[in-house]
T-cell receptor, first 114, second 115 residues
């Protein structure tokens, strides 16, 4: 069975500080991992995805994530937070056996303090 | 290229009624998935359609159903609405199923409120 755990439902950072959003996955087979962002009253927008190529994945808006198999983690980082980064972030996993079925984490709400 | 569109954006219904939500995928995308998003349960997978056939189904009661048309547009229906069905319903489209690397593109959602 596949699952995703996002540690910390709420994260607050100061503008300009490092953003670190944690995601751990559980999968019996090699996973494909995604980070999505959701702004208020909008759908989900893809930030980046890991599909077994490079373990360090760069996404949009300066975000990146590193796949660490030994730690079953796929944490999302950004060196310097911007006010516009305030949103809900979701980590998701999909595996070959389940086709297009995504398993989402419960989300992390990011607040950026000016 | 136009994104995923969902109609209506907002809907208010009363308990016991039924509702139909519509989703138009990105042009050329043939796979459509539906998700329910609530504060308590997060994002939960409802079902996925490809070529007018349901390929995957999440753990929801039979009151939740869907279908896909030949032009890949999809509808989902919820019958005998309950208060707990109040949620944001998200539709996502992708090129093809069975390829887990394929990105899902989400629509803005339909906000359903059941009174």
């Amino acid at each position: 069975a596949q699952s995703v755990t996002q540690l910390g439902s709420h994260v607050s950072v100061s503008e300009g500080a490092l953003v670190l959003l944690r995601c751990n996955y559980s999968s019996s087979v090699p996973p494909y991992l995604f980070w999505y962002v959701q702004y208020p009253n909008q759908g989900l927008q893809l930030l980046l995805k890991y599909t077994s190529a490079a373990t360090l994945v760069k996404g949009i808006n300066g975000f990146e994530a590193e796949f660490k198999k030994s730690e079953t983690s796929f944490h999302l980082t950004k060196p310097s937070a911007h006010m516009s980064d305030a949103a809900e972030y979701f980590c998701a996993v999909s595996v070959l056996d389940t086709g297009n079925q995504f398993y989402f984490g419960t989300g992390t709400s990011l607040t950026v303090i000016p | 290229k136009a994104g995923v569109t969902q109609t209506p954006r907002y809907l208010i219904k009363t308990r016991g009624q039924q509702v139909t939500l519509s989703c138009s995928p990105i042009s050329g995308h043939r796979s459509v998935s539906w998700y329910q998003q609530t504060p308590g349960q997060g994002l939960q997978f409802l079902f996925e359609y490809f070529s007018e056939t349901q390929r995957n189904k999440g753990n929801f009661p039979g009151r939740f159903s869907g279908r896909q048309f030949s032009n890949s547009r999809s509808e989902m229906n919820v019958s005998t609405l309950e208060l707990g069905d109040s949620a944001l319903y998200l539709c996502a489209s992708s090129l093809t199923p069975g390829h887990s690397t394929d990105t899902q593109y989400f629509g803005p959602g339909t906000r359903l409120t059941v009174l």
